[in-house]
Nanobody, 124 residues
Framework: EVQLVESGGGLVQAGGSLRLSCAAS????????IGWFRQAPGKEREGVSC??????YYADSVKGRFTISSDNAKNTVYLQMNSLKPEDTAVYYC???????????????????WGQGTQVTVSS
């Protein structure tokens, strides 16, 4: 059974930092892409970052502030979020997919498995 479990969310002041974790199980971790998405109230779920086969991708809104990394020994992907802004407030989800030959890493429809999400709230 595939499981993705997010952790690390919380309340932080603007300018602060958080590190999210996504612990994966039930599939061959090295063969999958892991993405981070977020959904704010009343908005669509949007792609934030992805890591796959050593390559990383970021939404323009988080470039230079967020860093994605993975620890393959722990089957865990991290999202280090610095210089947080109130507009970063959302539920953050990790997702997994065995990437096809041609795909879009930050598009939610590309992903097969999803975690339950973790709330990030940035106060001004």
């Amino acid at each position: 059974e595939v499981q993705l479990v997010e952790s690390g969310g919380g309340l932080v002041q603007a300018g602060g930092s958080l590190r999210l974790s996504c612990a994966a199980s039930g599939f061959t971790f090295d063969d999958y892409a892991i993405g981070w998405f977020r959904q704010a109230p009343g908005k669509e779920r949007e792609g934030v970052s992805c890591i796959t086969d050593g390559s990383t991708y970021y939404a323009d809104s988080v470039k230079g502030r967020f860093t994605i990394s993975s620890d393959n020994a722990k089957n865990t992907v991290y999202l280090q979020m610095n210089s947080l802004k109130p507009e970063d407030t959302a539920v953050y989800y990790c997702a997994a997919v065995a990437p096809p030959g041609s795909w879009f890493p930050l598009i939610r429809e590309e992903y097969r498995y999803w975690g339950q999400g973790t709330q990030v709230t940035v106060s001004s």
